[in-house]
Structures are given as C-alpha cells and as structure tokens.
C-alpha cells in the first residue's frame, strides 16, 4: 500500500514561486513513477507533470512546460514540483499520485491508482 503526503503549497503573487513536495511510503520508491496533476475549482483533476522510474519527464506542454520541474530525491521517497512564474490561472489543488502499474507514467488521472490528500496553491494577481 502506498501512502502519499504532500506539502509546500500556500499563496504566492503572480509572478513568484513555489515547491510542492510529495512523500512516499510503502512500495519500493525507487520502482515506481510519479505524477502531479491539479484541480482548480469546478473543473476536472487535469496533468500537470510525472516523473518515471528511470527519471525521465513528462510535461503538460501548454500550461506547464517552461514554468515547472520535476524531480525526486530517491533517499527521501519524495518527490518535488518546483513551480516558477506562477500565474492565477495556476490556482488549484494539487495532487501527487502514483499509477496503477507502477512504472507507467502517464498523463491520464485514469492510470493512476494512489493519490495524495492534496495541497492548496493560490496565486493571486
């Protein structure tokens, strides 16, 4: 079973910048991918980034490619979204979680079977 935590979020002016974490527990950290995705009030869960197992990226090339990075300590089971040039239409819950098949990473929420509780990021203008 794995557990997700997430933190770092909270309320940025438009412009700046903020580093979500996401911790792991349970599972084997160093054999599984990882993504975030975000939901901004009254719409759908949408992807934002994953990371897969080997380390390579994966980005939501409209609204996040430039702005956003992704990257993990494997000691730590935890891995980061760092957040830069935020804007206000950035303003979402966010959300790490984990696929169903471990090692796939994808950007649809469907393949994605453990999620965090979520962190707040509101950036206002």
């Known amino acids: 079973q794995v557990q997700l935590v997430e933190s770092g979020g909270g309320l940025v002016q438009a412009g700046g910048s903020l580093r979500l974490s996401c911790a792991a527990s349970?599972?084997?950290?160093?054999?599984?991918?990882m993504g975030w995705f975000r939901q901004a009030p009254g719409k759908e869960r949408v992807f934002a980034a994953a990371?897969?197992?080997?380390?390579?990226?994966?980005f939501d090339a409209e609204s996040v490619k430039g702005r956003f990075t992704i990257s993990r300590d494997i000691a730590k089971n935890t891995v980061y979204l760092q957040m830069n040039s935020l804007k206000p239409e950035d303003t979402a819950v966010y959300y790490c979680?984990?696929?169903?098949?471990?090692?796939?990473?994808?950007?649809?929420?469907?393949?994605?079977?453990?999620w965090g509780q979520g962190t707040q990021v509101t950036v206002s203008s």
């Open positions: 979680a984990v696929p169903e098949k471990f090692s796939v990473a994808t950007m649809s929420k469907d393949d994605y079977h453990y």
């Open positions: 990371i897969t197992w080997k380390g390579g990226r994966i």
């Open positions: 349970g599972g084997t950290f160093s054999t599984y991918s």
